[in-house]
Each structure stands twice: as structure tokens, then as C-alpha cells.
């Protein structure tokens, strides 16, 4: 079959800009994205610079953006991308520093996972024996354990596009696998330093890496339980917290979201700094045209959305 991939190129000892490169060859119908690199790095373009290795989906270096999403190009048909020959557009993964064409530095990754100390840490008294963790804590954790640290994840992350502080996804369900393991003593720590900010309260729920990680870690939905258990630990002084008790309030008291209170409440009334940004932010969104209303409009079918975010909360209790 006919394959035709659209190869972002960046060569820094040219000094030259990103561009896009466009190359047509014959592949075989079973063949992987990666499989039509490696043909035009062997057969067309010998400075084509890509990173793969075990061609199994295992090892995770294989990791690129195709048609703008991120994926590993060795378990990534070209058949199932474009099944009548469409044009594939190849590039470097995002929110990462590129140091030739399809090869980007990871250093920035496996800063922010060693920021979540990733190993056990018990307690310091000598074990009488090994540690023992039940079959049922141990299959909970299978899927997280299953990240081969790729940086899909990081990479289509909308958070890190803005904050390049935040942690980011695979560290933060890196630091789930400790936090959540009976083994390790020091969970109440971790989840202290990932309330902070750039931590777990930082993620937007785009749920773009639960949707590019090709191993099921789901890591938003990491991050969520650790918000959760940062709760129930007391850690509640933070405008993550303070954000989400707002919003839950102002929808169960009024059935819809009252968004002038819900940014004051989220900074915090005795948080002066916090207040000042907050005012700037305001001010541009006055001269936008997009400052919420200081007298919210009532919501249509409004007794029933409060009665369903009251019966939500009850549950909870």
C-alpha cells in the first residue's frame, strides 16, 4: 500500500526552523507507523532522526504525535490511521524540548517523577519480616504499575501547555502507585507536598491522558483520588480545595454556577496577593467583554439541579 507521512524536521546545528517534510513510499499492509520510518530513515532520508527500540509497545521511546495526538508509532497501523492513503502527520511529542526532528529531550519528564520521590519509603524500624500487601490492594494497583513512563501523557497534557510547574500527569500517577501501596508508611507526606501548587489540584481534567495512554494507567483519574484523599487527610487550605466546596455549594444553593463568588472563595478573602491577580484578571476580562455577571441570572429547571447536587452529597456523607 501506498503511505504518505508529513515528518516534522528540526536540525539545531543549522539553526534551521521546524518544518514539515513530506514523504511517499510503499509499505506493507501490516505495517506500523514506525515501520515507515525506519524504511525512510534506511531507503529515502538517511538524517531523519527517531527514537524506537523494542518495536513492542514495551519499552516506551517509541512515543510521537500522529494526526496531532500522541501515540507509540510501533503499535500504531498505518491501515487504522489512514485506511485510502491519507496523508500522516508525524511529530515530535509536546510540552517537551525537541533535540532533532522526532527525538525530544525527556529530562524534563524524569525531573518531575523524581519530584514524587518514585520509591517505597515504610517506616524506619528493622522488618521482622518481608511486607506483605493483600492480592486485593496489589490488583488495584496492576494498571498504574503497567506506565513504561512513554510521556504520551505529558506530552498532549493542556496543563503543562500553560504551567510548565505542574507536575504533570505521569509523575502524579507515579507518585498514586506509592501513595496507594499498604507498604509505604509515608503516604500522608506525599500527599501533603502534592497538595501544594502544581500539584494534584493543577489538572484540568481535559482527560487527553487517559485517552492517549496506551496502557490504561488513567492517571486523571489518579489525580482525582488523590485529591480525595488529600481531603480526607485534612489538607484543605488550598484554593483547589476552597474552588471545589464553591462550586458545589453555588450549584446546590442556586442550581447554577455563580462565578464571581466562586473565584473570590477559590483565592481566598484573607489571601491579599492572591486578591491583587485576582483583579488583574478581572480587569482584562472587563475590557473582553467576559466578566461574569455580579448578580447571576437564575437558572431554568433550577430545583431540580439542586435537588440532584443535594442527593449527590448526601450519598457522600
Known amino acids: 500500500m501506498k503511505a504518505v507521512l508529513d515528518v516534522k524536521r528540526f536540525d539545531p546545528e543549522n539553526n534551521s526552523k521546524e518544518y514539515f517534510q513530506k514523504y511517499e513510499l510503499e509499505v506493507e499492509e501490516s505495517s506500523t507507523i514506525l515501520d515507515a520510518l525506519i524504511k525512510i530513515r534506511e531507503d529515502l532520508d538517511g538524517t531523519l532522526a527517531l527514537r524506537c527500540s523494542c518495536r513492542a509497545s514495551i519499552c516506551g521511546s517509541c512515543g510521537m504525535r500522529v494526526n496531532g495526538s500522541a501515540k507509540l508509532v510501533c503499535k500504531t497501523r498505518l491501515v487504522d490511521i489512514a485506511p485510502e492513503g491519507e496523508k500522516v502527520q508525524v511529530e515530535p511529542l509536546g510540552n517537551m524540548p525537541i533535540i532533532k526532528d522526532l527525538v525530544v529531550d525527556m529530562n524534563p519528564f524524569w525531573n518531575k517523577v523524581q519530584q514524587v520521590r518514585p520509591f517505597m519509603m515504610p517506616n524506619n524500624t528493622e522488618p521482622e519480616g518481608e511486607y506483605i500487601a493483600s492480592n486485593e490492594s496489589m490488583t488495584h494497583l496492576v494498571d498504574v504499575m503497567n506506565c513504561i513512563m512513554c510521556g504520551a501523557c505529558v506530552s498532549d497534557c493542556t496543563a503543562l501547555e500553560v504551567d510548565e510547574s505542574f507536575i504533570g500527569p505521569a509523575a502524579l500517577a507515579k507518585a498514586y502507585r506509592f501513595v496507594a501501596d499498604p507498604r509505604d508508611d509515608k503516604s500522608k507526606d506525599r ?38 484523599l488529600a481531603i480526607e487527610e485534612g489538607f484543605k487550605n488550598t484554593s483547589g480545595y476552597r474552588h471545589t466546596k464553591s462550586f458545589v455549594n453555588s450549584v446546590g444553593k442556586s442550581g447554577r454556577l455563580d462565578e464571581a463568588r466562586l473565584a473570590l472563595t477559590s483565592v481566598g478573602f484573607f489571601n491579599v496577593f492572591g486578591l491583587i491577580d485576582l483583579a488583574f484578571v478581572g480587569l482584562k476580562a472587563l475590557v473582553k467583554g467576559k466578566l461574569p455577571p455580579i448578580l447571576p441570572h437564575k437558572a431554568r429547571e433550577s430545583e431540580n439541579i439542586k435537588k440532584i447536587v443535594n442527593k449527590i452529597e448526601r450519598g457522600k456523607g
Open 191 to 228: 500527599l501533603k507536598y502534592l497538595n501544594k501548587n502544581s500539584g494534584v489540584w493543577d489538572c484540568t481534567r481535559c482527560y487527553a491522558c487517559v485517552e492517549v495512554c496506551p496502557k490504561g494507567v488513567a492517571p486523571m483519574e489518579r489525580i482525582m483520588k488523590m485529591r480525595d
